[in-house]
């Protein structure tokens, strides 16, 4: 049975912090920045944490369970 891999784009997108949590950068922080005002901009630098509707799927995709 050959070894199952990874799936490389999630690997990419999603980091387990020492707690378990997944997080992920958020979208809308690339280009056109300046219409978006500055609390929004400031917002959007934290990162997200995958929510528990999704987070079975992530850590099938990252193969951690």
Known sequence: MPKVKTNSSAKKRFKVTGTGEITFQKAFKRH??????????????????VGAANKDFVMRLLRLK
Do not use: C, N, P
């Open 32 to 49: 056109i920045l300046t219409k978006k005002s500055k609390k929004r901009k400031r917002a959007l630098r934290k990162d997200g944490v």
